[in-house]
């Protein structure tokens, strides 16, 4: 092995163009491949930017050509040479009408045989990929997602300095607090018995500055939840974090569009068209089954409850008396599409949803085709035409159950026909705000209402009156931008006045002196003058998927964590010595 001695690199690899033929270069790198032919030997050498080909030639320098037969994958070079034009040019390479000759090679350290393959689309377990993470992350595909999201959060940065938001870092050790997910929590050696928790989100103090007077504010910050994880969530995530005083809804919504445009201009190259398309929650719950509805295609869902108000199918009338809730998704044309055992296939698939079952029918020639079909009635068949719109060759998906359970279930079985269907199309950019959520959700678990997003969250001036006398009614000034299905990010405007905020406490099922308890820090500088404020979040790692066109979070992640919360890499987390538990004064009872 050697050092670069005076060697200095000159250019990237993936850089080289035409307009260098003739010059010197010095490039360095790894070696993807090395080929030999008799007096000639190439190497591919690779770094950030792509790919070059390196020629060892032994008319040209035989020293060079000498110690280039030794060159295996992987191994770290750095080559000085002369670009040429390339006899057999490779049209798949960014760089293949060229190819750098080289006068000189050193090789400033070897490789062992790598566990798994350099290389995109390489079949190798997810497992392998993050045991071996710094290998992982030399493949092209990878290193193009990091470079893109290094260029996101520049355009961010760069867009929100310009518009007079100034970056403020907040503490990663703070204050338990409930009313969200579950906290980590960090013991405290100088304070014996008390804990620090990591921050779920900078909430309390975004608010704080704007107290402060900072008026606009940013960051883009890490922060960690220790719940339960799925596929595409982390237990320590990135957020862009806004928040920005003497505003209303729309004012944050306002500059929020820009900035969404401005990242897609620069990251994708396409053009939103600004306003941004806005549908109520309960629209969308209704039409669609979620809050973050996917616009790329159709399949609406219809509540079609009246209908069977006296229906003499049972399922639909126990329904109708008990104030539950029977809708449908109709797919035109489709008949033919769905076989017996392609039904039977989307009715497990709503029972995972918690479903008892999917009724559906299909209309052809004037006749509809149903195990139900006996059970309705000449008037219920001709209103569901009506209402319906349905022609020939429509099927019908019903289900009948408590709302929670239809929208729910209906709503991903859209989702999965639109997949089985091959309707939606990754290159199209579907954007739509969300707005007025309710304030509360009533939590089953608990056996009371909850914050639907946290408790600072201000209602809408003209239900303020109902958050005693009917909570459930109450809507919030919380907005959400929902992009192709996904939530990208949500915020609100927040509660400033004294009164209202206690009002909300109560609500919540606070005391006094639980309020002040976890809270006090803030409802104290509330006491001084605070501007009306409110603000945004966006899941940085979630919107990089989308960005990235990948289809796991972990891709956008430069070393993430498994769905168990553990680094295969790091082999964390792991036991630490009793000294250690010692100075914290904490001792693990269980194995």
């Known amino acids: 092995m050697e050092t670069m001695g005076t060697l200095r690199r000159t250019n990237m690899c993936g850089q080289l163009n035409k307009d260098h033929i003739g010059k010197e270069v010095v490039v360095m790198g790894w070696v993807q491949k090395r080929r030999s032919l008799g007096g000639l030997i190439f190497a591919d050498v690779r770094d950030v930017t792509g790919l070059i080909q390196v020629v060892f030639d032994t008319d040209v320098n035989k020293e060079a050509f000498d110690k280039a037969e030794s060159l295996r994958s992987e191994f770290v070079i750095a080559v000085r040479g002369e670009v040429l034009e390339r006899q057999s040019k490779n049209p798949d390479m960014a760089t293949g009408e060229i190819?750098?000759?080289a006068h000189e090679l050193k090789i400033l350290d070897t490789a062992e045989t790598p566990p798994i393959y350099i290389k995109d689309n390489d079949d190798v377990s997810e497992q392998m990929r993050l045991k071996y993470r710094y290998l992982d992350l030399r493949k092209p595909s990878m290193q193009k997602n990091l470079l893109t999201r290094s260029k996101t959060s520049k355009v961010i940065r760069d867009f929100l300095y310009d518009n007079g938001f100034n970056e403020v870092e907040t503490p990663f050790l703070a204050k338990p607090t409930p009313e969200g997910a579950r906290d980590y929590l960090v013991p405290s050696r100088v304070n014996p018995g008390n804990f620090y928790a990591l921050p779920q989100s900078p909430q309390l103090?975004?608010?704080?500055?704007?107290?402060?007077g900072m008026n606009r504010y940013y960051q883009i910050v890490r922060c960690f939840r220790d719940e339960d994880l799925r596929a595409n969530r982390q237990p320590e995530f990135t957020q862009v974090d806004i928040e920005m005083s003497f505003v209303d809804v729309e004012d944050v919504i306002g500059i929020n569009e820009k900035l969404i445009q401005k990242i897609f201009k620069e990251i994708k190259n396409v053009d939103i068209t600004l306003p941004i398309r806005r549908m109520s929650y309960q629209e969308a719950m209704d039409k669609y089954g979620c809050d973050k509805p996917d616009l790329r295609f159709g399949f609406e869902l219809e509540n079609i409850t009246d209908i069977f108000a006296n229906s003499e199918f049972n399922a639909f009338k126990s329904t109708y008396d008990n104030g539950g809730k029977i809708k449908c998704v109709k797919i035109d044309g489709s008949a033919d599409e769905f076989s017996k055992k392609g039904i039977s296939k989307l009715e497990k698939f709503v029972k995972t949803y918690g479903a008892k079952g999917l009724a559906w029918f299909k209309y052809e020639n004037n006749t509809f085709e149903s195990p139900i079909a006996k059970f309705l009635t000449e008037e219920e068949i001709n209103k569901l035409i009506e209402r319906l719109e349905i022609k020939e060759k429509d099927v019908v998906f019903i289900?009948?159950?408590?709302?929670?359970?239809?929208?729910?279930?209906?709503?991903?079985l859209r989702i999965e026909i639109?997949?089985?269907?091959?309707?939606?199309?990754?290159?199209?950019?579907?954007?739509?705000?969300?707005?007025?959520?309710p304030l509360f959700e009533y939590s089953e678990e608990e056996d009371r209402y909850v914050a639907k997003h946290h408790p600072f969250t201000a209602p809408v001036d003209e239900d303020i009156d109902k958050i005693e006398s009917d909570p459930g009614a109450v809507r919030a000034k919380a907005y959400d931008i929902v992009i192709n299905g996904d939530e990208i990010g949500g915020g609100s405007i927040r509660i400033t006045n004294r009164t209202l905020q206690n009002r909300m406490f109560r609500a919540l099922g606070f005391t006094d002196e639980e309020a002040q308890d976890k809270f006090g820090y803030l409802l104290?500088?509330?006491?001084?003058?605070?501007?009306?404020?409110?603000?945004?979040?966006?899941?940085?790692?979630?919107?990089?998927?989308l960005l990235t066109e990948s289809d796991n979070i972990r891709d956008v992640i430069a070393f993430p964590k498994t769905q168990s919360a553990s680094c295969l890499m790091t082999d964390s987390p792991s036991g630490v010595t009793d000294k250690q538990l010692k100075e914290l004064e904490i001792e693990v009872t269980a194995e």
């Open 99 to 101: 190819e750098v000759y």
């Open 205 to 212: 103090y975004k608010q704080l500055l704007m107290v402060s």
């Open 399 to 412: 289900l009948a159950d408590k709302e929670s359970v239809v929208n729910t279930a209906l709503g991903a």
């Open 418 to 437: 639109a997949h089985d269907k091959n309707l939606i199309d990754n290159n199209k950019f579907e954007l739509v705000w969300i707005t007025e959520f």
């Open 524 to 545: 104290e500088a509330f006491k001084y003058g605070v501007p009306p404020h409110g603000g945004i979040a966006y899941g940085l790692d979630r919107f990089m998927m």
